[in-house]
T-cell receptor
Framework: AQKITQTQPGMFVQEKEAVTLDCTYD???????LFWYKQPSSGEMIFLIY??????QNATEGRYSLNFQKARKSANLVISASQLGDSAMYFC???????????FGKGTMLLVSP | NAGVMQNPRHLVRRRGQEARLRCSPM?????VYWYRQLPEEGLKFMVY????????ESGMPKERFSAEFPKEGPSILRIQQVVRGDSAAYFC??????????????FGPGTRLTVL
């Protein structure tokens, strides 16, 4: 079964600094997708960024980028120039080609201070 | 371009009552997924449906829980005879036609169920 590990229960960062949220995964499937979602205090789940296992380049979406290291099975989320509105829970999720459903990590709470 | 809609946003039930949670997928999406989030946990998959078909219900408890996605209307997650342990946030997600690992699932705002 797939397994997603987020080892940082909480992270603190100052406004305008960059922060990296860790995510490692365990799969034997060569084809898979990795996703990051943001859950603010209001509770909704917001899709941030996607990385495919065969993508040659690391994914980027605005201030979000994914540091994808396939050999290490890690897919860390990098948020550049943190803003106060980035304070939220962040979930890493994995999708194997043989499955239809996402497997989520337990999340990392990010707090951005002024 | 409306996103995934869920209602109600908050639902309070007494033990033994029934809970009905509704989900309307994004326009053009034919795949619906239900997930449950317990306090301070990540989301756990429950069931995956297409119109009139349950594709994968491996994450759904065998008793008291059922789901449907009729030809017309929203997807419904139904919990009969609720117990306190059912208190959680229930999220619905949708995606367009299945293309494999590139499918992004877009989530609704969730329904927070509280069982008294």
């Amino acid at each position: 079964a797939q397994k997603i590990t987020q080892t940082q229960p909480g992270m603190f960062v100052q406004e305008k600094e960059a922060v990296t949220l860790d995510c490692t995964y365990d799969t034997s499937d060569p084809s898979y997708g990795l996703f990051w979602y943001k859950q603010p205090s209001s509770g909704e789940m917001i899709f941030l960024i996607y990385q495919g296992s065969y993508d040659q380049q690391n994914a980027t979406e605005g201030r979000y980028s994914l540091n994808f290291q396939k050999a290490r099975k890690s897919a860390n989320l990098v948020i550049s120039a943190s803003q106060l509105g980035d304070s939220a829970m962040y979930f890493c999720a994995h999708l194997d080609s043989g499955y239809s459903t996402l497997t989520f990590g337990k999340g990392t709470m990010l707090l951005v201070s002024p | 371009n409306a996103g995934v809609m869920q209602n109600p946003r908050h639902l309070v039930r007494r033990r033994g009552q029934e809970a009905r949670l509704r989900c309307s997928p994004m326009k053009g999406h034919s795949h619906v997924y239900w997930y449950r989030q317990l306090p301070e946990e990540g989301l756990k998959f429950m069931v995956y449906l297409q119109k009139e078909n349950i594709i994968d219900e491996s994450g759904m408890p065998k008793e008291r829980f059922s789901a449907e996605f009729p030809k017309e209307g929203p997807s419904i997650l139904r919990i009969q005879q609720v117990v306190r342990g059912d208190s959680a946030a229930y999220f619905c997600a949708s995606s367009p036609l299945r293309q494999g690992v590139t499918d992004t699932q877009y989530f609704g705002p969730g329904t927070r169920l509280t069982v008294l």
